[in-house]
């Protein structure tokens, strides 16, 4: 796994030259990106969310697209259109901004739920159909998507299909005062993101998503990611809890952030570093729960506190005995 790891540290450290004081995130993104998985940043605007997606496409040295969401914006606009050629007397597919290795899709929830579920094909499948044709879209391919958690006012919710593609979701939040302080700083004559370059390339990239496969997940383990999903199913301020997907979502994530750490081999706390990010947006509270005003992320925590952690009844009954 040293390769591997050695790819996350260029990376994130390549990232955190521009997103100051975001640790945690900018490992967090690495992780869905080498689990080939999309990530959701709901968090109020200026704190980075777009420069994120940015820095990841440049140190990847990757294709970057953004689709400013509005309502008036319709699914060809981000899958292509297919044009006839009166000279050659075809039709020509002329790609959108989705079929771009890194595609920031900002303010999802201001367009039309046809418009947003013009994006289910490519982040599932990988993949986009226009006109009955089907084109595969690049590698590696991430879809990051923003939306701000105040303003409602000319908004669409995502529906649960939706949400359910994203591997995971983020919150940046406010800097504290000190990386403000730096942020200011570095920004003093030019924004660093306009002298950041790739520290890996595309195809080594590619080549660590494939590793993060042969990373070991113990059979307990993998019991222990179901019964985290299920026991979220189970909640009592849980409506509807999470799909089989975000089991599998789980399970990779906790792949990737073991490789990550330079081990080939995944750990109860693998999974729990990730749970929260990966489960959380894939919950829908019931009405109790909203009336006590909980949250999903208060719920996962419940949860993960709850469901024993693989070999603790081992440990707790040869002590007692």
Not at 17 to 30: D, H, M, P, T, Y
Not at 254 to 262: C, G, I, K, L
Request: proline share 6%.
């Amino acid at each position: 796994m040293s390769h591997l790891s050695e790819v996350a540290t260029k990376v994130v450290d390549n990232v955190e030259r521009v997103i100051v004081g975001k640790n945690a995130e900018v490992k967090l993104s690495l992780v869905a990106m080498l689990s080939k998985g999309h990530i959701l940043v709901e968090d109020v605007p200026g704190v980075g969310k777009t420069v994120l997606a940015k820095s990841l496409a440049r140190s990847l040295g990757c294709s970057f697209k953004r689709i400013q969401f509005t309502p008036d914006l319709l699914p060809s606009d981000v899958t292509g259109v297919s044009i006839y050629n009166q000279s050659s007397g075809e039709f020509e597919y002329r790609p959108g901004p989705v079929t771009a290795q890194v595609v920031l899709a900002d303010e999802i929830n201001r367009a039309t739920p046809k418009t947003q579920s013009s994006l289910l094909e490519a982040m599932e499948e990988r993949q986009t159909t226009v006109d009955g044709v089907t084109y595969p879209l690049p590698e590696p391919f991430l879809v990051l998507a923003t939306e701000n958690p105040i303003e409602y006012e000319g908004t669409f919710p995502l529906p649960e299909a939706q949400l359910d593609r994203f591997l995971l979701r983020l919150s940046l939040g406010y800097p504290d005062k000190s990386d403000e302080v730096a942020i200011l700083q570095d920004q003093h004559r030019a924004h660093p993101l306009d002298s950041l370059e790739a520290v890996v390339s595309a195809a080594e990239f590619v080549q660590a998503q494939e590793e993060v496969k042969a990373v070991h997940v113990d059979q307990m383990l993998v019991e222990y990611i179901v019964s985290l999903s299920i026991a979220t199913r189970e909640h009592e301020d849980v409506y509807l809890g999470a799909s089989p997907r975000g089991s599998l979502g789980l399970y990779r994530a906790s792949q990737a952030y073991a490789a990550m750490a330079d081990r080939d081999y995944v750990t109860p706390d693998d999974v729990k570093a990730v749970a929260v990010s990966v489960l959380s947006h894939r919950l829908i509270l019931n009405a109790s729960a909203r009336m006590k005003q909980s949250d999903a992320r208060s719920v996962v925590a419940d949860v993960l506190s709850r469901v024993p952690v693989p070999g603790a009844w081992a440990v707790s009954g040869s002590r007692s005995r």
